[in-house]
């Protein structure tokens, strides 16, 4: 099984301030990673899928990088509303699909 | 506009039996692969099932196989979860989701969008 590492668990950032978050792989899965964003009550959104290509209507601040074993999702200036929880997955060893353990986004 | 409705949800007692179901709209059910996920409270993500848009291959978590059965009915645009042998672990809120492309066929595809799960409880 694929295992998926985030990093940090939690980021206390302000309104406007660029946000990087982590995820890394126990083992390549190329460039077959999708992350979601999650908030409270509700159920996940797709924003980016493999590696770097945003969802329908998700908004430019949303971008992802990396392939291998290393990947990035940035939001480039945080919005009231992207205070949230933020999960990778990975598709690269289907059907043992993985998720990482969450990101969570704070107010500062 | 897509829509997905997760129903069947309930407080079970271990070993027994629950069906979910969760009803589409709004886009073409037959040509789209659809999972089950779950949420354990105050965890994260966990994908239990995927069946594609014919329904010719099925796939499993390996925490539910063998008690967990997927299965569609595309002439009433309806997914479903037919779970078995329930156990205190099973505890989450089940959500339907869809595959993010229609047709395909490269294993499995990512989940977009998401329906808003039906919470199941399995206690004695």
């Known amino acids: 099984e694929i295992v998926l590492t985030q990093s940090p668990a939690t980021l206390s950032l302000s309104p406007g301030e660029r946000a990087t978050l982590s995820c890394r792989a126990s083992q390549s899965v190329s460039s077959y990673l999708a992350w979601y964003q999650q908030k409270p009550g509700q159920a996940p959104r797709l924003l980016i899928y493999d590696a770097s290509n945003r969802a329908t209507g998700i908004p430019a601040r949303f971008s992802g990088s990396g392939s291998g074993t290393d990947f990035a999702l940035t939001i480039s200036s945080l919005e009231p509303e992207d205070f949230a929880v933020y999960y990778c997955q990975q598709r690269s060893s289907w059907p043992a699909l993985t998720f990482g353990g969450g990101t969570k986004v704070e107010i500062k | 506009q897509v829509h997905l409705v997760e129903s069947g949800g309930a407080v079970v007692q271990p070993g027994r039996s629950l069906r979910l179901s969760c009803a589409a709209s709004?886009?073409?059910?037959?040509?789209?692969?659809m999972h089950w996920v779950r949420q354990a409270p105050d965890k994260g993500l966990e994908w239990v099932a995927h069946?594609?848009?014919?329904?010719?291959?099925?796939?499993?978590a390996d925490s539910v196989k063998g008690r967990f059965t997927i299965s569609r009915d595309n002439l009433k645009n309806t997914l479903y979860l037919q779970m078995d042998s329930l156990r205190a672990e099973d505890t989450a809120i089940y959500y339907c989701a869809r595959d993010l492309r229609a047709y395909f066929g490269s294993g499995i595809d990512w989940f977009d969008p998401w329906g808003q799960g039906t919470r199941v409880i399995v206690s004695s």
């Open positions: 709004g886009f073409k059910f037959r040509s789209y692969g």
């Open positions: 069946i594609w848009y014919d329904g010719s291959n099925i796939y499993y």
